[in-house]
Nanobody, 126 residues
Framework: QVQLVESGGGLVQAGGSLRLSCVASGRTSRSYSMGWFRQAPGMWREFVAAISRGGTNTYYTDSVKGRFTVSRDNAKNTVYLQMNNLKPEDTAVYYC???????????????????WGQGTQVTVSS
């Protein structure tokens, strides 16, 4: 098991930027591929971005491509989500998740992840 704690959320105007962090503790995060998901009120939790164990592979949902960047620092057991040019439709609670996975593998489905953080609120005003 790995414990995950997100931070970095907040209120920002449209066009602004935020960087979310997710710190892992417990088992080393090097064994896990990591994902970012978000959930708006009344909506299903949806995939945002994912990064493989070594950081060589990344994947994004179409709506954030070119605006969001996922990265990781395994020495710090931390995964980041840099969010630029934020839009009101990006407003949601953002969750990081971990999946014990082979090197290079990434997944974009909620049910594929079995370790979750508590979430951090991102609110983008128009």
């Amino acid at each position: 098991q790995v414990q995950l704690v997100e931070s970095g959320g907040g209120l920002v105007q449209a066009g602004g930027s935020l960087r979310l962090s997710c710190v892992a503790s417990g088992r080393t995060s090097r064994s896990y591929s990591m994902g970012w998901f978000r959930q708006a009120p009344g909506m299903w939790r949806e995939f945002v971005a994912a990064i493989s164990r070594g950081g060589t592979n990344t994947y994004y949902t179409d709506s954030v491509k070119g605006r969001f960047t996922v990265s990781r620092d395994n020495a710090k057991n931390t995964v980041y989500l840099q969010m630029n040019n934020l839009k009101p439709e990006d407003t949601a609670v953002y969750y990081c998740a971990a999946r014990n996975a082979p090197l290079g593998e990434i997944r974009a489905v909620v049910s594929e992840y079995d370790n979750w953080g508590q979430g951090t609120q991102v609110t983008v005003s128009s």
